[in-house]
């Protein structure tokens, strides 16, 4: 009888998505405490240094190479790792940066409608464009195009590639943090609303800033 291929478990920072599987020649996929564990069995000791050069290309830190003894418990282990893999629908990092985009316009506009409610909000428009010495329709029309850029990065996160999709969404969100600020109003809603907007722009940038290319 043919003795069975060596099973290895192979440890590495970081998660990889199912679709790696076929990348890593079949290999299960499990997430566990930060790692992704890839493991099943190997053919040879040329075909572990491929493997070990695919984590290397794709610039992963790898943790742990081990070889396992295949019995029951391992079985038991690879069938419910490719069942965890089944049941996880990992967010891709595009459809979430877009969705957060979203979020923060919708409480732009919220912010602005409601401000329209306030006695004397076009008063305090135009000492902010005292304060500034800027034209009320300077004022107007910055917030036309930050509100248009915010819009924009809705579609540019989905359709931007890896590299220029990172820095367009960490540029672009701390520019808007400054702005949502920088022409703060002290009315509690204001503030609520901003800080709503801030902590998902924050989110925004955290984002990019840890997005690696394995997801792209």
């Not at 306030?118 to 107007?140: D, F, H, K, N, Y």
Request: proline share 4%; glycine share 8%.
């Amino acid at each position: 009888m043919d003795t069975p291929p060596p099973l290895y478990e192979i440890r590495i920072a970081g998660h990889l998505s199912p679709q790696w599987m076929d990348w890593f020649e079949g290999l299960t996929i499990t997430l566990e405490n930060g790692d992704t564990l890839l493991s099943g069995p190997v053919a040879d000791q040329a075909a572990l240094h491929g493997l070990l050069k695919k984590v290397r290309d794709l610039g992963m830190q790898l943790v742990s190479v081990n070889q396992v003894q295949f019995d029951e418990t391992h079985r038991d282990h690879s069938k419910q790792g490719e069942t965890k893999m089944k049941s996880i629908k990992k967010i891709d990092t595009k459809v979430l940066l877009s969705t957060l985009w979203i979020v923060v316009m919708i409480n732009m506009l919220k912010a602005d409608i409601l401000s329209l409610n306030i006695p004397g909000a076009a008063e305090e428009v135009a000492r902010t464009a005292a304060s500034t010495g800027a034209s009320i329709p300077q004022l107007m029309l910055v917030g036309a195009i930050m509100g248009q850029l915010g819009i924009a990065m809705i579609v540019l996160s989905r359709v931007l590639k890896y590299g220029i999709n990172r820095w367009v969404n960490i540029v672009v969100g701390i520019v808007t943090i400054a702005y949502i600020w920088g022409g703060m109003a002290s009315y509690p809603h204001y503030i609520f609303i901003a800080t709503i907007e801030t902590l998902c722009l924050l989110l925004i940038i955290g984002l990019a800033w840890a997005w690696r290319n394995v997801e792209a």
